[in-house]
Nanobody, 128 residues
Framework: VQLQAFGGGLVQAGGSLRLSCAAS????????IGWFRQAAGKEREFVAA????????YYADSVKGRLTISRDNAKDTSYLQMNSLKPEDTAVYYC??????????????????????WGQGTLVTVSS
């Protein structure tokens, strides 16, 4: 599967954006999807993840209550709704997929090594 994240842009603090992760190839519905981000000069970090069915979601503590991950398997797309954005959310956002975990992700959700496929990122800039 090939993944492409898009929807980034410039937004003021307190604003909202919705990122999309579009998949091409087969069986998107079989993939768990994770979102990660990398700010300038920092290591890439986990943001959120969702199981193949959408039944389980996982969030980094720093984004809980503000960001929401979802998916529409009929459209081969995952979404990251970002509300109440803060300047510290500024980063390049990546989506990634794995077929290696069929059930709940548990602690695997936040690990980069869980994911086999990575898309190109999309830049989100939050101005103060």
């Amino acid at each position: 599967v090939q993944l492409q994240a898009f929807g980034g842009g410039l937004v003021q603090a307190g604003g909202s954006l919705r990122l999309s992760c579009a998949a091409s190839g087969r069986l998107f519905s079989a993939y768990a999807i994770g979102w990660f981000r990398q700010a300038a000069g920092k290591e890439r970090e986990f943001v959120a993840a969702i199981t193949w069915s959408g039944g389980d979601t996982y969030y980094a503590d720093s984004v809980k209550g503000r960001l929401t991950i979802s998916r529409d398997n009929a459209k081969d797309t995952s979404y990251l709704q970002m509300n109440s954005l803060k300047p510290e959310d500024t980063a390049v956002y990546y989506c990634a997929g794995t077929r290696g975990v069929l059930g709940p992700l548990g602690h695997l959700a936040s690990l980069e090594r869980t994911y086999d496929y990575w898309g190109q990122g999309t830049l989100v800039t939050v101005s103060s």
